[in-house]
Structure formats: structure tokens, C-alpha cells
């Protein structure tokens, strides 16, 4: 992501644009075919003082002016006629932006990928590791670390398929010339931008888009919900990883998580740096909406603030999404201590199934009364739920000793935990089974 | 929109939420279909003292539990206890906030209509409105006014498109009961999910969704593409109402736009209040992006921000698209101004196409040094471009006194134009028919 | 917080205006001392519709119109002529907004008060409560629930000093008519303006400001940081209530925090909503600055989003004020289970303290190895800091029994708490003696 | 400010604390006086691998680790013992911080005087520099350009002494050791504290704020209203410098400006690079806030994101700050063409003033009554205002011919602007005075 998104990744897709505008022209017959082949051979990162170009760039307000001036420097006269004719500087820079995002999609789904693949190995092998869920931070009612890991590849696979069709509808070719008529190369303007998008495999929009910014803010938006996933997973790996919840902790690697004055520290430091790369990524995704508002045929402002903010926010995203695979892919999950913290609080968590246990034979609202009361006193005299209800003969008059423990046993009140695993599952392979169609 | 989002509007939603679950737990054999019916008759928000339970809510932290003890007070006995079984206050929470928003979408994608209706008639009428492209608001080349709005067409369509796949794709039921498991009506809570979907026909999601926030945040953000949109157009009806452009004025009603001080005034008023709201409604956007990161099965602080912040956001773009509408729908165009413009800087904004004339007879980087010494001795010497480039032996050697005057016509440079806006025409047209079918 | 930035508040402040600017005018000789009683005594909110108010103001952009509107029909002519002389309807509208935020800022102000003083409260009483300081959520050293309390304490006794000079240095009068140039009631403007500022108590600024909102901006920053302050406070609450800490719990009171599926649920329901709230204020901070950029002289649409985005931002800055004392004034504190969090993962939070005592007798790199060896085989062994180190020779050779104990009991390891409670006390002390004055 | 906040920048100042922290040791009697004097010396940036430390701050969450262990690995063994003695990491990073930040602020100060110099050159140079002045972007009554410019500068001496403010309350050093009980060092905790905060040059806070960040969110607030002052004055640059106003052009440099496709272009390049930069600065505002919610007694992705973000957030404002003052720097103004404009559209914007002159005779009601009506047919009649009222008998009445020029002649219509821009001027010396001090 960062080679993507770099001074000479930027000015590599600006020469792209240069080099397949050429052709497209030849193409439709505007430019000899010499010239473009001349053009389009010169058009190589290689060549060109990358640093000059992005320091010129202050000056003129875009890199392309720069860039052109070192192209054509390169150039015999005869060629030096046909470069980036009809096209303005917008068109360059924002084709080259689209194809810089499109290869950071790439990048970024493969992140994705990863990160579903390892959720999905969770959400497989911890189908039986009971725990407890919670609202609010409070114990709720048990679920299985399986259940949790499925529902942040759920949550995943959903953000790839966004981002494919993000990556389908909203990288379109910028090509309209000076105020978006492409009226210097009438009347080939048409026929050029269609050669143009097909040289480089972008869909042809129905107009151009210099100062109409859905496309990139769409781009920009996706990024930011996937952020906020990515944000969300983080976060319950870091709320796990509390001493005194200890469920999960981040693999040990050497000098990883290791605090400069408590030697016993075993920080959750890849969540951490997630959390805090998708705090990064969110907050670009308004800069980029406000920058919509753009003047005219070109703004004064927006584009130029687009520019830096996506780059930015392509980096944030992706850094969030490399440490959120490397936090679940080393992923320590302790079962045992789940397990264990499902008694905490006098296995209190089990009294919606108590509720529903003694539904079966008294009325529904007087069952919730009777536990309540029972929640209360247990918590009053700090006994467990199970002691509280075994002492209570509103309890014992309806369920055996033995109903009772079936309905405060949390392995056996998971309800369709194990098929909502498998739906997630199956939306994961269907997603990974269509990708590779 | 301010009805959808209102107090009674979110009761009413909550009460068919209820309703719906009586139904299709009866329906399901869950419940008798008695009690099914005796609850879904009480569901009648007129029956509901709104605003208690809008107070309560801020006690128990969701109107759920104030308005099913109100509900519970309503029902004899028989019937209560099948009353929300199975269900958590999120569940009904969530649904009733996506029912709001499946009508907020379908509010404002009326409005937007509007926009585009109004959009498609100056796209047409003013398709040989020539006026100045203006990039970084300096002119550049000419366009018409008919492509603008064609542009403004392009890109509201767009986002018809896109909050249509939104409503289709993001808002689908909630229903997970207390940790997400269904547990409290199992085994037959999928069942009885798909049948409450059925009811309230909203698509059943792979999983329940509490604290997995990337549909709310989908819906958010394409709000927010969609203001940014509206005021790209409100500041450029801004723009073009400036007394030294007076390209367009808003149609004046009786107080509207008019000053305390200043009797002259003819104030934007429509497009400015758009532009505020578009801001309003882009700021919503992080907040609610940084609510994503909801603690494990459910949040303690996103998911009440989310409350608040959705509605708000729904109102700012809701108001932005009928500030827009009613700015689009009065618009007085003063054609003749547009012409006019076109003159001012001595017609500088056809240096590009004296450019491509010349270029006809010599090389294309001569004539852009030609035009460059030409617009520079021009603008020192205050005299038109028209006047410099005839006193220039080196255009007059190669371009007749027509073929100069037509090289400087501005009507005469509009390359594209006509296609490009009969491409917007046509995108709307099919979007009309596919959203008809 | 509510009445203060209600339509009828608003309107109430935009009569006290123009009472005030009539009475000035009269002290100025401008305008006849009966004119200015006349229409101060019909500046009575009791007397105007503020319902139409509001409702034109969308038509005009502004309550001024409308309300000057139903003023001049309540006057007789001959005082007619003098009403709003000379000033512009942004004159009126930035006034009393300013009036407005003084006393939003003074109702803020006493619920910070109100927090302080139950955090000092909490600091005094639990200076020897000592719990497990956590860092990156996991234990590290003892503190004491007092220190964390008297962070809060200075948090917001710092926050009450800036908004104090908030109040002092930014919220200043408007005056200066259309253009601000005071034009319309030459040579006497600058008189009058110092006049008028004297009759609303406020300070006169060096020039009108109705384009340049740094002012406005920072009451806003100073807000956001507030908020932020409060939702740092109320997320340690969320943290320390979970069932796995339950160090501290929200208060019971009647219908508080249940929930609608799980009778022993006891939610820290005002953190809760302080959390959504601090949220929802900052979030309103970025769109004030963004609307900064206000054009020329007026803003077109900058002015109009701060209308709308100041008063919600007092509202949820005011709401998290208020849930964050109601969480601290009712707060339980539970001592004896933060004494028992201490024992968790074996003691581990000791370790630098061992450290610090070896490194008494043994030199520092080496005691830190030795400690790191230390932990990391208790925690694989499951024992307690103390077993391994009593096991450790190179420990016992130079810590005795008593010695050991010593260095690993948490309340003797609190370095300067007690000095640093004092020092947060004595700053609210001096707060509240300084504003006593 | 690249080099401030640039990786070795960072490092530079984390070996700045480690140094004064050993210094501070030795002077209180905690170290010996040669190991602080031996740890002093190696505390020099060029004796370090940055890219390392850099490159393994990803793997340990903060950069200070890693520079220890480059910094133990040149030290004698009887040294080592004494390096960052009590102190735990976020002491020496939130330090560094603040050290850059104290730089980064005098780095602004010095481009925002720059940008104060200009402006007040402006004010004085163009104080009959007579303009319209505009709201809503519509003609309002006439002022100077000087007035103006006496605006930028009175809003950007405001930030001056803003940000002198924040530089001497919100920069305070950070020293509470791993949980901020200054544990590790006791009793000697507040007097090194004391003696660190005298080798820095910094305030010694009544407590350590690890995990409340009031501070820094605070200073970034500082940027965030700065950075907005600045876009609203290259707003009105760009607005200024449309080719339909054309009052002022950024100066011609080589290259600066220029387009691609359009010879004649002068985009005001430099206002439009700030308006970008503004928003990227203020768009950085909320993630500070945001992340203020920091975890106990040290946050786990909120001081993550800060470290990034601040830097940012200076880059941004600072790059604000140039591009503001170089484009005001050269700008030219065109004291005619402002001339010229006034009398665009009729020269309606005397209608204020034409009120003002008939209401010496009649009643101010109907003044406005009859200048509502002119301006109303003169706008319909395509004449001036003067002709208007030239036929009006009701003004004629009333008016002599020379009084009603002068009426209508703009620069008899200024009021207190030449008052206004001495205050401004004044307020300017008077900072640089009390600056100078």
C-alpha cells in the first residue's frame, strides 16, 4: 500500500494515462502511430526525477504539469505535438488516482481475505468454547467464541463484497479536457475516451466528473465502514485481553507487547494499533465528503484536498486490517477461562433460561418476576444463581434438581449459535467461491 | 422526513415490530394465535403515551422497556406473556430503526426525484445556453449551461441508484434475543426470524447484527455521498447568483431572500440553507462510523449514539434535497448574461480553441507558445483576444479572418456537449423505467 | 440547556437586542429616548408568535426578518423608524447567540461543579481504596480508586478554567450593520456599538466579526473538549462495571439500567449515555470549523450550519454533563473487590516493585532479568508472583521473608498518590475560591 | 515543521527527556552525577538507527522501547542501571511530544506573523481602496479593501495570542512512571519531577495525565481554529480572484498557476493549496477528541492515534499557514477594477445609503418603502440606481442633485472603516509589542 500511494506509484499511473492516451488516439486515428509508440515508450517511471515532479507540483498546484514538461524534454519534436492532447491535467490526475485505487482495493481485499480466513478457522474450532456474552459489558447469556469469530467474518466478508462493488462501479475513467466538453479533440472525443478506458480496463462513465465527486467519496466511504469493522474486531480482541477477562491474548513474539518498565506486561498491541489506524482512516472519510462541494467544472480546494486524503485514508485501512490479521492470527484463545467466567458472578448470565425453564410451567411474566427476585437475592447475599434457586420453592415446586441444572448449564442454552456459524461460514465460502469465478 | 423520525413515528415502528413478532411466533405454533391477535390489536401507537416513554428512555437507556410496560398494561393477562418473547429491546430497537429508515430513504428518493425532474428540464432547455466553464472559478472554455446541469443530473441519478441498492442490500431485520443466539425461543428462533422478516418484509440477514454496525454506517455514508452531491449543486447555484456572475437567480417569493438592511437583496436563500444542511448532514457521517467499534454482543455507547445521530442525519439531507429542489424548481437563467460572460477578459477563455485552429497548420507546442504570448500581451494591453490575435502575422499567416473569428466563437467549441448531456437524459430515463418497473 | 437554545429562547435574545440597541441608541442621541422605551417594553417574547418566527425563518434564511416583522406591527408609527437602526439581521442573529452561549456556558458550568464535587468527594474518601492501574487495559501497578477519581477531579476543574476564559475572552458583541462598517448610522457607530455592548454586558470587540468565527469556533473546541473529558470519565465507569471488574456500579433506582430480556442485568446506563453523548458533541466540532470559511463579509451557508450546530452541541455536551455526575453522584464503589482484583493473575501487577527492591541490593538491568524470568514462569505455572519469587534464590538471597512480602504488597507501592489527591483538590479548592470572588 | 515532526525529530526529543531525566536524578541525589553525566552524552540523535527504532515502534507499540535498547547498548554497565529510572514509556513519548510541539508552534507563529505583516501592509496600503462588499456573495453596501485586510488580520492576531496561550498552560511535562504514582522512584518522585520539568523549560502539572488529554486535544483545537482562520482567508483570495471579480491575482511566478490545457490561466494556486490544507487540519480536530476517551490509566488506541494524528495536524496547518501568506504576499490588487465593480448592477449596493439620506426627511418606513421600489424597477428597467432615482419625484422631493450623488456615491458610504482598521492595526502592534517583551 505504501509503493502504491507513493510519489513514483502516483507518477508511474500518470504516465500510464500519458502512454494509453497516446494509443487510444492512434487508435481512433487522431495521432500517427509512430508518435504514440514514441510517447508511450518514454512513458517509464524509470525515466523520470520523481522528486522534482512532487516538489514542482507546490507550484503548480498538480504534478502533471511538471511531469509533462520532463516527458516532453525526453521527446524528439515530431512526438512532442501529440502528447496529452485533449486532455487537462484533471483528467491525468484523476484517472492515475483511480488506478492507484484499484490496485490498493486489491491489496486491501487481500488483507480481508486474510483476515476471513482465520476468523473462519476460529469460528470452526471454537463452535464449543462456551463463554459469556455481553451487553453493555455485562454478562448477558453464554454464547461460543465460534458464534463471536463468525460474526467478524460475517462482518468481513460482507466489507469485501462492498469493496467489490465499489471497485466495479466506481473507478471510471476521467477524460473530458479542459471543462469536461473534450472539445480539443472534437469531434473524437467519444470515440478516443472509449479507446482510452479500454486501453486501461476502466469503465466509461456517461460523463466526465471533475467536479462531481460520488465516485472517489463512495471509494473513500467504503474504506471507512471497513475501517470501522475492522475497528470493532480490534476492540473485543483488546477487551478480551483484560486481566481480568484474559479469554484471548496476542501471541507472544519476541519484544512484542512488552511494556519499558513492568516486565509482566503482555499488551494487545496489533489490536491496539488497529484500533487506533481505524480511528485514522474514519476520520478522513468527512474531509473527503466535505471536499465534494466543489466549484463549477473544477474546484479550488476539494480536489487538491482529496489528493493527500485518500492516499491517506487507503494507508490507515490497510494498516488497520494488517494488524487486525496479525492479532487473530496468532490469537492465544484460552477456553478453559472462558468456561470459568461463565460462573463469575454466581453464574447470573443463566437467568433468561431460568426464565424460560420455569415458562414451561408457570405464566411467562410471573417466571420473569420470580427470577428477578432471585437474581436480587443472590446478588445481595452473594450466593450463585443455582444455590439461590434451589432454596426457592416457586423454583423447585416446577423443575427437578435435575431441570434445574440442564437450564443453568450455559452449553446447553446456545439456541442456533452452531447454524448461525454455519451461515457465516457458508457466506464466506460463497463470497470466496464467486471471487474466483 | 420529520414525522418518520419522530417520537411517535419510532413508537409506532417499535409497536409493529411487536406485532409482527406476535404474528409470526403464532404462525410459527410458537404462541396461540389468540394472544397473537389481542397483542397485534394494542400495537396502535394512538394507544401510547409517547412521550413518557421517551422519557423513561432516558432511565433505562431504550424506549423499548417504557413502551412494553405500557403495552403490558394493555393486554389481559393471557396474552402478556407472549408479549416480545424471545426478543431483546435491540431487536426491537434496530428493526424499528430500519422500518424508519426504509421510509426516510423512500422520502428523500422523492425528493430527489424532484431534483433530477427539474435538472432534466434545464438540461434540455438549456442545451444551447453557452457560459464559461470556470476551473479553480477562473474561466477555462466555454460549456453550456444545459451540461451543467446535465452534470447535476448525472450525479443525483447516481445517487438514486445508489440508496436504492442500499435499501435493498442494508436494511434487514434484527432479530438475535439477548446475546445474538436466539436462545430464549429455541429451537425455533431462525424459523420464526424468517417468518417475522416475512411480516415485516425486511430481508433475513445471515446473523443477527447487534454490535456488527457496517449496515447502519452503509446507509449513513450514502447519505452522506448524497448530501455532498446536493451541495456541490447548491454551491454552485451560490456561485452563479453572485452579482458579477447573475448567471442565475432564485425565482423570488413573497420575503424570500431579502435583507433587513438592504432593499436590493435577492439572496440565494434555498441554495445557501442546502449548503448548510449538506454539512450538517456530512458531519453525522464519522460519528457514526466512530460508533461502529460496539463492545462485544452489543455496544455501551455506539449503539446510543447511532439513536440520535441516524435520525439527525436523515432531517440535514432530507432539508438539503428540498432546499436544492425548490432552488433548481424557481431558477430564473439568465441565458443572455451567460453570453455576455463569455466576453468578459477579452474572451480568454477561447485561447484553447485558437490553440487547436492553429495547430491545423503548425506544430501544437508553437501554437500553444503562439496563444501564450497572445493572452499575455492581451491581458497587459487590456485588448480582447480577438484584437491581439489579429494583429498577429503569425496566426493571421495561417488562419483566415473567418476562420479566426470562428476559432474564437464560443458556440463553436462545445465538442461533446450535446452527447454528454443526451447520455445524462438517457441514464435518468432508464433509471426512471427500471424504477417504475 | 434545553429552554436556553429553544426557538423561544433564541427569539427572547433576539428581542433583548433590539431593546438593548434602541436604549443605546437613546443614550447616544441617536434616537428619541421614548422611541427606544416604546420598543423595549414590546422586545417581551410573551408578545410574539415564535412559532411563524421559526417557520419563516426558512423562507428568508434567518428569525430576524419575521420577528422584526411582528415587532413593527405592535408599534406605533412614530417609533417604527428606530427599530434594528442601523444594524443588519446577522447583528441581531451573532448577538444572540452569544447571549445564548453565556448562558449555556454558565448552565454547563454547574454541572461540571456538580461533578467536580463528587469526584473530590470520591478522591478524599478513597485514597486508600487501592485497585489495579491499568494500562492498555491490563494491570500494571496498585493505584488508588482515589488518584483515578482525582484525575477526574483535575480533568474537569481545568475544563471549567477554560471555559471560564471562554466565556471572558470570546463571547463578545456583533455590531457592525450590513457591511460592518457601521455605515448606516455614521459618525455614530462606534459609539453606539460601545454603548450597546455596555447595555448586554458584554465585551466590545475591536471590529465586527460577522465573517471571521474564530470566536464561535472556539466556544465550540472548548465544548468538544469537555465532552471528550466527560466521555474519558464515563468510559472508566463502563470499564469498571463490568462483571468481570465490577469494581464500581451505577446506582439503582427504579426502571435504571434493567433490561427488557434479563433480570439480573444491572447497566451502567447513564456511563452509557454519557459515552453516546461526549460523541455526538464532538462530532459537531469539526463542522463548525469546516464552516469557518465564511465568504467575504457574510457566509453563504457557513453562518447557517453554525445556527443549527452550536445549540446541539451545548445540548449534548450539556447531556453528558449531567449523566456523568448522576453516574458519579450515585456511584457504588466496591473497595473490597478492588483489593481482591489485585490478587488476580497471580500478583502480577507487583512486579516493578520487586524490581525496585532488588535493585537494591543487585544492579537494575539484572533485577529486571531476573523479575521477567519471574513472571514468566508463574504465569506459565499458574502460581502467584510471591511462590515463584520465594522459590527464587536469587530473590531470597538478598530479600528477606518480611522483605519480599514487603515488595509485593500493592498498598505499599503507591509512590506519590496521596501528595498528587492533594494536589487536585487544592486546584478545585483554588477554582472554587477563585470563582467565589 | 517537517523536520520538527519528522522521525528523527521525534527521536531527537526522546533522548532530550531521557537526558534531563537522568540530570534531574543526579541533582536530587536518586543517580550518581558521573552515570547522568555518561547517559547525557550518548543522548545524541546522530548516535542513533531511527529507521530501526521506527521500524520496531510497529512491533512494540511506541518508539521508546526500541531506543532504549540502542541507547543501554552504548552505555557502560555502570550507567545502564540508571537510564529511564521510574520513568515508563508514554513519559517519554508524551514529552517528546510536547517538545515538538512547543517547536511546531513556534515554527506557526513565525508563518502566522508573516501572514499578520502582509495583511497589515494591506489594510493601510488600501484603506480608500474602495470595494463591494458582499453577503451571501450578493453586492451589500461598499467597504475598502483595507478593512478587510484589517479583518484577516485581526483574526489571525487573535490566533496569535490563542496559541501563546496554549503554548504556556497546555505544554506540561509528563512524569508519572508505569501507572502515574511515581511508584518506581519514591519518595523521590515529585522532586525529580520538579528538577525534569526545570531541565525542559516545562511546567510541572499538578498530576500526571497519562490517560486525560485535555491538553493536547486542546492545542489541537488551537491548530483546528487557526487553520480555519486561514481558509477563510484564502476562500476570499479565490473568490476575489475569479475572472467575473478579477480584484485581485495571485503574482506571477515561473510555472505558478499555469494550466495544461489553457495558456491564459492564473489560478490562485497558493490560496487554493491552503483551502485544502485548512480542511485536512481541521478534519484531524475530531480524531484528537475522539481519542481523548483513553482507558483507565492509559489508552489503547487513543494515545495511538494522537501520535499520528498530531503530527499531522501540524504538518497541515503549518503548510496552511505558507501557502496563506505567500499568496498575500504577492498578491496584486486592483484598486480599479474594485472601482468598477461597484458599479456593476446598477450600483445597487447604495440602496442602503440612499434609505439613510431620504430618512433625514422622511420617515425611515417609508424610505425603505421607496428605495424597495426603486431598486425593484431599476432592476426590471436594466437602468442605475441614480437614474432611477433621478425620476422619482418622492426623492427628488427631498434630495437635492447633489445630494443624491452623494448619496449614492460609495466612498462618502465607508462609516467607520478607517476606525475599524486602526483598531485592527493596533491590536497587531500591540501583540507584537507584548510579544517583543
Not at 335 to 363: K, T
Amino acid at each position: 500500500m505504501e509503493r502504491i500511494f507513493s510519489p513514483s506509484g502516483c507518477v508511474e499511473q500518470l504516465l500510464r494515462f500519458e502512454a494509453a492516451l497516446a494509443r487510444a488516439q492512434a487508435r481512433a486515428g487522431v495521432i500517427p502511430n509512430d508518435a504514440a509508440a514514441t510517447i508511450a515508450a518514454k512513458c517509464d517511471v524509470e525515466l523520470f526525477d520523481t522528486a522534482a515532479i512532487i516538489h514542482d507540483a507546490a507550484l503548480t498546484g498538480t504534478p502533471v504539469m511538471p511531469l509533462l514538461r520532463q516527458l516532453l524534454a525526453q521527446l524528439p519534436n515530431d512526438a512532442r505535438a501529440y502528447v496529452h492532447m485533449g486532455a487537462t491535467s484533471q483528467d491525468a490526475g484523476d484517472t492515475a488516482l483511480v488506478l492507484q485505487m484499484r490496485d490498493g482495493l486489491d491489496a486491501l481485499a487481500t488483507d480481508l481475505r486474510g483476515v476471513c480466513a482465520v476468523a473462519a478457522q476460529l469460528a470452526e474450532r471454537h463452535r464449543r468454547s462456551v463463554m459469556p456474552g455481553r451487553t453493555f459489558l455485562q454478562h448477558a447469556v453464554p454464547i461460543t467464541f465460534g458464534l463471536k469469530a463468525a460474526r467478524w467474518l460475517g462482518a468481513v466478508t460482507r466489507q469485501l463484497r462492498t469493496l467489490d462493488s465499489v471497485r466495479r462501479d466506481m473507478l471510471v475513467l476521467q477524460f473530458g479536457g479542459a471543462g469536461g466538453t473534450l472539445a480539443a479533440i472534437a469531434p473524437n472525443g467519444l470515440a478516443v475516451a472509449e479507446l482510452l478506458a479500454e486501453e486501461l480496463n476502466l469503465t466509461l462513465p456517461d460523463m466526465p466528473w471533475h467536479a462531481e465527486r460520488d465516485r472517489p467519496a463512495s471509494v473513500a466511504c467504503a474504506l471507512g465502514v471497513t475501517a470501522g469493522v475492522l475497528g470493532k474486531i480490534a476492540t473485543d480482541v483488546v477487551l478480551l485481553s483484560q486481566t481480568e477477562v484474559a479469554e484471548v491474548a496476542e501471541g507472544l513474539t519476541e519484544g512484542k507487547g512488552t511494556s519499558s518498565s513492568m516486565p509482566q506486561k503482555r499488551n494487545p498491541i496489533d489490536a491496539v494499533q488497529a484500533v487506533a489506524a481505524s480511528r485514522l482512516a474514519v476520520g478522513i472519510v468527512p474531509v473527503v465528503l466535505v471536499a465534494m462541494a466543489q466549484e463549477h467544472e473544477r474546484g479550488a480546494g476539494g480536489w487538491q484536498t482529496e489528493w493527500r486524503a485518500i492516499p491517506d485514508l487507503f494507508r490507515h485501512t490497510s494498516r488497520a486490517a494488517q494488524h487486525v490479521r496479525a492479532a487473530l492470527s496468532a490469537l492465544d484463545v484460552d477456553a478453559e477461562r472462558m468456561r470459568a467466567n461463565l460462573g463469575m458472578a454466581g453464574g447470573m448470565l443463566m437467568a433468561e433460561s431460568l426464565v424460560v425453564a420455569l415458562a414451561s410451567s408457570i405464566a411467562r411474566p410471573e417466571a420473569q418476576q420470580v427470577v428477578a427476585e432471585l437474581t436480587g437475592s443472590a446478588i445481595r447475599n452473594r450466593v450463585s444463581l443455582l444455590d439461590a434457586a434451589r432454596a426457592d420453592k416457586r423454583v423447585t415446586a416446577v423443575l427437578s434438581s435435575q431441570a434445574l441444572e440442564k437450564a443453568l448449564d450455559p452449553a446447553a442454552y446456545l439456541g442456533s449459535s452452531d447454524a448461525l456459524i454455519d451461515r457465516a461460514l457458508k457466506a464466506w465460502r460463497d463470497y470466496g467461491a464467486q471471487a474466483a469465478r
